[in-house]
């Protein structure tokens, strides 16, 4: 079992930045990859970014990528995910979610068993 809490979310103007955090507990935080996922509304849910158990590698989506960065403290049992030149299509509610059964960095939501409750970021124009 993995207990995941995303915070760090907001409202934010163009341009600006976010960092959110999602703290884990229960299962071994470094044994397995975790990912950043939102969801806006009306839309399916996407993948972000995704990261190895021990940080050394990372995935990101073509829609992120250069602008977002996942890291993890494996001590603190925390990923982050740092957002820098947000926009208002960015707004949408951010989950991080635990992939504990597969070795790679998933990037769809099925290879991803636990999630957090979600938190709401807003990019205002």
């Known amino acids: 079992q993995v207990q995941l809490v995303e915070s760090g979310g907001g409202l934010v103007q163009a341009g600006g930045s976010l960092r959110l955090s999602c703290a884990a507990s229960g299962r071994t935080f470094s044994s397995y990859a975790m990912g950043w996922f939102r969801q806006a509304t009306g839309k399916e849910r996407e993948f972000l970014a995704g990261?190895?158990?021990?940080?050394?590698?990372?995935v990101y989506a073509d829609s992120v990528k250069g602008r977002f960065t996942i890291s993890r403290d494996n001590a603190k049992k925390t990923v982050y995910l740092q957002m820098n030149s947000l926009k208002p299509e960015d707004t949408a509610v951010y989950y991080c979610?635990?992939?504990?059964?597969?070795?790679?960095?998933?990037?769809?939501?099925?290879?991803?068993?636990?999630w957090g409750q979600g938190t709401q970021v807003t990019v205002s124009s």
């Open positions: 979610a635990a992939d504990i059964d597969h070795l790679g960095i998933g990037i769809r939501e099925y290879e991803y068993k636990y």
């Open positions: 990261i190895s158990w021990s940080g050394g590698s990372t």
